[in-house]
């Protein structure tokens, strides 16, 4: 059993660790999700996070895991005769690949080795054709912690391909890398609250361009839950469209509130600094499992060059420090481990962490 008095700390790639004072904002009285008040909790979320996203677009507030965007944006902006490029660099964006199909639509794949990134070349190569309505791509690629040239690539579509829409998975790299939505030119982009934001899992922020939501209007069987005409309707009544996970929003109100205040450059920054101690720790110790050029800010996965054992050092740390750290993922399970460095998590803590660490390795 868990000790909920003294909970575990988590640098896993997420959930992490939720700091006590967000917790206390997740426990505040509830509204009414039809009320005034409610509203304007809504509206003040949604105003911020258009700061932090630097979007003047719509801001929807999905109470879902992230992978329900996965599903939302294919069922809303793409017909049943379009074909969809799903770009796969890792276990999340081959998974949204997966999702295409299930939504009855047609893909192709453009599937990189795990660790590489996915490149404007190798995109361009691919969009040359002209068949493509849209394109999934993963910001920060949680399995690997490879953080793919976005920036690059948004120049490259919107030079080239400015019809096709962009769909992006940027669960692990929302807040704590830059996401300049409008300026990028994405149609929909979004992240789970258990990653950067530093909040508990089950709900999701995400950005949905004008575009996105017209294309929607002549898409057929969207389906309700995630029915981009109806939210863009309750977003303007500063509403979602089904009963919200309130708390979650009362937390987000708190984190955007803080992020606003600390400003985007300082908190990237910090996502930066952090990363840079893990990645050069990880080089003294270890090798990283990506090229350092494409290596995340959020998380860092390491590739276990001492073939230590992963599962006894990770249970070593937690049952001495109360402190989790996590294994490779999927097929990178023994071969490589993970520690996060997101959301309210500080340098200091990852410091002491690795220490942890360096302790048990010798």
């Known amino acids: 059993m868990v000790d909920w008095k003294n909970p575990p700390r988590l640098f896993i790639p997420g959930p992490i660790q939720v700091k006590s004072d967000v917790l206390q904002e997740l426990a505040r009285p509830t509204l009414g999700h039809r009320d005034k008040e409610y509203a304007q909790l809504h509206g003040e979320v949604a105003e911020m996070l258009k700061k932090l996203l630097f979007t003047q677009q719509y801001v929807f507030l999905s109470t879902s895991s992230g992978s329900g965007l996965w599903e939302a944006s294919i069922r809303n902006c793409v017909a049943p005769d379009e074909t969809v490029l799903a770009t796969c660099c890792g276990a999340f964006s081959d998974k949204w690949a997966d999702v295409v199909k299930d939504c009855g ?5 453009l599937k990189v080795e795990w660790g590489q990134a ?5 995109i361009d190569a691919k969009l040359a054709g002209g068949k493509y309505a849209a394109i999934t791509l993963i910001y920060n690629e949680t399995s690997t912690g490879l953080m793919n040239p976005i920036y690059d690539i948004a120049k490259m579509m919107k030079a080239k391909y400015p019809d096709v829409l962009v769909f992006v998975d940027a669960v692990s790299g929302m807040i704590g890398q830059p996401v300049h939505f409008d300026e990028l030119g994405w ?3 979004f992240a789970s609250v258990q990653k950067a934001f530093g909040l508990p899992p089950g709900f999701t922020v995400a950005a949905v361009s004008r575009r996105a939501v017209e294309k929607a209007k002549s898409v057929p069987a969207k389906g309700y839950y995630f ?28 984190q955007c509130t803080k992020l606003v ?5 300082n908190v990237w920054a910090r996502h930066r600094a952090m990363g840079n101690f893990v990645r050069g720790w990880a080089k003294q110790k270890f090798e990283l499992f990506c090229e350092e050029r ?15 054992n992963v599962g006894e050092v ?4 937690k049952q001495k420090h109360n402190t989790i750290f996590s294994a490779g993922y999927g097929q990178l399970k023994d071969k490589t481990f993970r520690v996060a460095h997101m959301g309210d998590i500080t340098i200091e803590e990852v410091q002491e962490l690795l220490g942890w660490i360096d302790e048990e390795i010798g």
């Open 105 to 109: 639509r047609n893909v192709d794949v």
């Open 118 to 122: 996915t490149t404007p070349e190798l």
């Open 187 to 189: 149609d929909v982009a």
């Open 227 to 254: 029915n981009f005409i109806e939210w863009a309707k309750a977003a303007e009544k500063n509403q979602t469209l089904v009963t919200p996970s309130i708390p979650h929003i009362m937390g987000l109100h708190y």
């Open 261 to 265: 205040n600390e400003g985007m450059e």
């Open 294 to 308: 494409y290596a995340s800010n959020t998380l860092t996965t390491i590739k276990n060059t001492r073939n230590i």
């Open 314 to 317: 990770i249970k070593a740390v």
